[in-house]
């Protein structure tokens, strides 16, 4: 399976930008994927993650309500639409995978997720 995220770019504060990640390699309605960023020298950041099965999906305190991850199954594609954007939002964006079902104690951890994309780049000025 291979992960490919794009659609990074520079946004004004209080801008719009959807990131999309397409998912290569499998059946890809059935299991989940994520989002995360890092900016360099942090950790890397849990921000969002759909579920595979059932649809649930999941965000960080810091972007709910601002942030929606949704999919596209017949694209194979998994997006992450970021409203009202903040500085302290700029990261590089990554989404990630597994090729089993994540417990849900663990959707938030990046240790849990073993396929990654390389990653697309969000700035947002002030």
């Known amino acids: 399976v291979q992960l490919q995220a794009f659609g990074g770019g520079v946004v004004q504060t209080g801008g719009s930008l959807r990131v999309s990640c397409v998912v290569s390699?499998?059946?890809?309605?059935?299991?989940?994927v994520a989002w995360f960023r890092q900016v360099p020298g942090n950790e890397r950041e849990f921000v969002a993650a759909?579920?595979?099965?059932?649809?649930?999906?999941y965000y960080a305190d810091s972007v709910k309500g601002r942030f929606t991850i949704s999919r596209d199954n017949a694209k194979t594609t998994v997006y992450l639409q970021m409203n009202g954007l903040k500085p302290e939002d700029t990261a590089i964006y990554s989404c990630?995978?597994?090729?089993?079902?994540?417990?849900?104690?663990?959707?938030?951890?990046?240790?849990?997720?073993?396929?990654w994309g390389q990653g697309t780049l969000v700035t947002v000025s002030s």
């Open positions: 759909l579920r595979g099965s059932g649809g649930h999906t």
């Open positions: 990630a995978t597994h090729q089993n079902r994540i417990i849900t104690s663990e959707l938030t951890q990046a240790r849990a997720y073993s396929v």
């Open positions: 390699g499998r059946t890809f309605s059935r299991y989940d």
